[in-house]
């Protein structure tokens, strides 16, 4: 199957530094990356869609000058908390497809998820 | 209201249980359904698909059920390694993007 990998697994960090978070994804091509948040005992959160060589759409309530999302390749996009505070603490999860070749048809592709990161701002 | 919403649980049952876990979702124009499973502190994992006309795989059973957008998830003969937290998933149609709305999950554990 699809694998998928983030990196780092956990981090912890002081407040106000950035940290860069990034997914990758190891056997295809993901032409759709997706950022999710998961706090304790709550649901996955999406952040962000991010399709490559393009700039990332931010759900409602995200900030994007925060959370920058860089998508330069098929196999690679990245998350980057910038100036994070203990709020931002959190499980941060990505996931990547591979949509069908004609923009907006075809059936649902299944995301397949990376392992998650743990973010620990002290 | 939540687009997904889901009983927390948690669901404590002796193995070999049936248990039965519901869903109902708000946007009524959602394309596809979805069962995962999210083991503590990993990342969630697809279980199965769901579809209008039921579906089973092995000890597991999924029903849709458009008109009152609900879903539910059937789990017989329940084993140890099936306590996870079992999240209800939807599709939302929003033009052709491929976005997914997660339950906050439903917490199973089977006991010895």
């Known amino acids: 199957g699809a694998v998928v990998s983030q990196h780092p697994s956990w981090v912890i960090c002081k407040s106000g530094t950035s940290v860069k978070i990034e997914c990758r994804s190891l056997d295809f091509q993901a032409t759709t990356m997706f950022w999710y948040r998961q706090f304790p005992k709550q649901s996955l959160m999406l952040m962000a869609t991010s399709n490559e060589g393009s700039k990332a759409t931010y759900e409602q309530g995200v900030e994007k000058d925060k959370f920058l999302i860089n998508h330069a390749s098929l196999t690679l996009s990245t998350l980057t908390v910038t100036s994070a505070h203990p709020e931002d603490s959190s499980f941060y999860i990505c996931?990547?497809?591979?949509?069908?070749?004609?923009?907006?048809?075809?059936?649902?592709?299944?995301?397949?998820f990376g392992p998650g990161t743990r973010l620990t701002v002290l | 209201r939540k687009e997904v919403e889901q009983d927390p649980g948690p669901f404590n049952v002796p193995e070999g249980a049936t248990v039965a876990f519901n869903c109902t979702y708000s946007n009524s124009a959602s394309q596809s359904f979805f069962w995962y499973r999210q083991d503590c502190r990993k990342e969630p994992k697809l279980l199965m698909s769901?579809?209008?006309s039921g579906n089973e795989d092995g000890r597991f059973t999924a029903q849709l059920n458009r008109a009152s957008q609900y879903i539910s998830l059937l789990i017989r003969d329940s084993k140890l390694s099936d306590s996870a937290t079992y999240l209800c998933?939807?599709?939302?149609?929003?033009?052709?993007?491929?976005?997914?709305?997660f339950g906050s999950g439903t917490q199973l554990t089977v006991l010895p």
């Open positions: 996931s990547a497809s591979q949509l069908p070749g004609l923009a907006g048809g075809g059936t649902y592709n299944e995301q397949f």
């Open positions: 998933v939807v599709n939302k149609a929003s033009g052709s993007a491929r976005q997914l709305t």
């Open positions: 769901v579809y209008s």
